[in-house]
């Protein structure tokens, strides 16, 4: 007969009684993503502890259990199934619960939704954990990170979506794949929104330390702009086109997730491209969207002021338009917290 799941109280006094603490990470969600971010935090070894909430227990305990198996040929953590009050000592609580987007619904037409779903959880989250980072992996992420620190009233810094981290990825890779050199070399940005109005900033990407336009004089290539273009769009349906082959995208944006964590517990002070409330001084207003970012075991320690294009510059302006627009749509759902205490 197997053995009953531990609970996360049950560890929790564990570590009370030995004074140790460890790192802590909350996965809210147990469906495609959150179950696989939770496989990919096991293999990393980056954390001593994993929390994996559903609303389904079951479910739940199921993929401890799984999970469990694995960790024989991993590294040594413990997994937990728990409710969101397990969440009060998480460092990071990774929120990946949502409309599924395999089916006719899009990113917007299942926002409103998946907005009234994650309200709930966002505000039960901070109620147990007032101190922890929340990393919201929901979408259309741009619009569920803004709410969601509307929601929180956290500070803007322990608010983080996944934003175009997993773009700016793929149009590396994309590049290295036309260039013959690992996307490790290739420094190149995918920007705004993770979604139809995000866009390359090619006037700052680099190659090998270059400027790509001189990367490629340098090698013998045109500097192809239609060449680009196609790159640049193909980055963007890429998610689209994996749901349309598999119903749903899981891998790429979990390997994200854990990349995002590694940077935040270690206090790497790394740059990616996450969504966070955009600086006053950048002049888009109250929106979030993605932005080279260096992250903090803070977690966002500062956005970076980037130098654009005027053709870039009018490109996030009309992205930043483009998300205020679907922010404004959750005005009733943001109107019934008028008044109300967030904790």
């Known amino acids: 007969m197997q053995a009953p799941v531990d609970d996360a109280q049950t560890y929790s006094s564990r570590q009370e009684r030995t004074g140790i603490r460890l790192p802590r990470i909350a996965v809210v969600g147990t469906g495609n993503v959150g179950s696989t971010t939770a496989y990919a935090l096991l293999i990393s070894g980056i954390t001593a502890e994993i929390i994996l909430i559903g609303r389904d227990r ?7 259990h799984d999970l469990r198996d694995a ?3 991993s590294h040594r953590t413990r997994i937990f199934a728990g409710d969101l009050g397990d969440c009060c000592s998480a460092d990071i609580t990774i929120i990946t619960v949502g409309v599924s987007q395999s089916g006719a619904k899009s ?3 299942g926002m409103k939704e998946t907005a009234a779903i994650l309200k709930g959880f966002v505000r039960d989250v901070v109620s147990h954990n007032p101190r922890g ?3 919201i992996a929901s979408n259309p992420v741009d619009v569920m990170t803004y709410s ?3 929601w929180s009233g956290l500070p803007t810094n322990r608010v983080i979506g996944s934003g175009t981290s997993l773009d700016t990825a793929r149009f590396r890779r994309r590049l290295a794949e036309k260039y013959s050199v690992a996307p490790g070399n290739v420094h190149a940005y995918i920007v705004g929104e993770h979604g139809d109005s995000q866009f390359p900033v090619l006037s700052s990407a680099r190659i090998a330390g270059a400027p790509l336009e001189e990367f490629c004089h340098q090698i013998g290539l045109p500097y192809d702009k239609d060449a680009l273009g196609m790159i640049a769009h193909e980055t963007r349906v890429a998610g689209a086109k994996i749901i349309r082959a ?3 995208t899981y891998y790429g944006i979990s390997a994200a997730l854990v990349r995002i964590v590694r940077a935040i517990l270690r206090d790497e002070h790394s740059v990616f491209t996450v969504s966070s409330l955009v600086p006053e001084s950048l002049h888009l ?3 979030s969207l993605s932005l080279p970012t260096i992250l903090s075991r803070e977690g ?3 956005v970076l002021p980037i130098p654009l294009s005027i053709f870039e510059q009018r490109a996030l302006e009309t992205s930043a338009e483009a998300l205020k627009q679907h922010i404004r749509s959750l005005d009733d759902l943001n109107e019934a917290d008028k008044g109300k205490p967030l904790r």
């Open 133 to 135: 980072i929340l990393l």
């Open 246 to 248: 598999k119903g749903a």
């Open 300 to 302: 966002i320690h500062r």
């Open 148 to 150: 969601a620190w509307k």
């Open 58 to 64: 079951q479910r739940t305990e199921g993929h401890v």
């Open 71 to 73: 960790e024989v040929f």
């Open 285 to 287: 207003g109250p929106v």
């Open 107 to 109: 990113r917007v037409d």
